[in-house]
């Protein structure tokens, strides 16, 4: 079972949890300029009266960019086979087993000491850390302009766009493996879905929360 490394930085105002391949990189360019003292802490989230928030992506699209960015961080080539069987080890999370052959399994495809892979669902990193607010991707430069000051052509764009539609291209056409990461993928969805209800997404009608 592979458990997430929680990451959280802090200030007097908020508590953002960071989901990787979720604008983190603009988030954290913005709190560093607006706030260089703050607080890292790589626990679960602390008890405080300040907003909790955290960026949610598309699953979907997540999850392709993820594995762009896990392959080519490994010097793995994207094509189709090495896609194919990449993709087919989230059956690691989903059965407890994987069918990564030889040809790849040498290469160490998860980051750093924790054993962090990019593709890990939102909803473990959610999952007991008490999020008040979640972004949506689409709305994070609104988000950070309103709250950091951050112009919005500073807002980075989310790896490259080829890779990431030569990934998909494959999965598209391997319905069956496509399937299987819609599973894994349906808590994400989930997930949403229930902050939705609660009202917890925020808009830019909801103004500053910070």
């Excluded at 200030?11 to 607006?34: A, P, W």
């Excluded at 950070?144 to 990431?164: A, E, I, S, W, Y």
């Excluded at 997404?201 to 929360?209: A, E, K, L, S």
């Amino acid at each position: 079972m592979i458990t997430q490394y929680t990451e959280v930085y802090s200030t007097e105002e908020f508590q953002y949890l960071l989901i990787h391949k979720n604008g983190c990189t603009s988030v954290m360019d913005s709190i560093t300029t607006r706030y260089p003292e703050f607080c890292y802490s790589p626990q679960s989230i602390k008890p405080s009266q300040s907003v909790v928030w955290a960026v949610y992506r598309d699953p979907i699209d997540r999850f392709v960019a993820s594995v762009a960015y896990d392959l080519k961080e490994n010097d793995i080539e994207i094509t189709e086979t090495n896609v194919l069987e990449f993709v087919g080890s989230v059956k690691t999370y989903i059965y407890g087993k994987t069918n990564v052959s030889p040809s790849i399994s040498h290469v160490d495809l998860y980051k750093g000491v924790h054993k962090m892979r990019h593709s890990l669902s939102q909803t473990m990193y959610l999952f007991d850390n008490n999020v008040d607010i979640l972004v949506r991707m689409e709305d994070l430069g609104k988000f950070l302009f309103m709250h950091f000051g951050t112009p919005l052509h500073q807002v980075r764009n989310q790896g490259d766009t080829k890779d990431k539609g030569r990934v998909l291209e494959i999965l598209r056409a391997n319905r069956p493996l496509l399937e299987l990461v819609k599973a894994y993928l349906a808590a994400d969805y989930y997930t949403f879905e229930s902050f939705i209800g609660a009202d917890r997404v925020w808009t830019w009608g909801n103004g500053r929360i910070f």
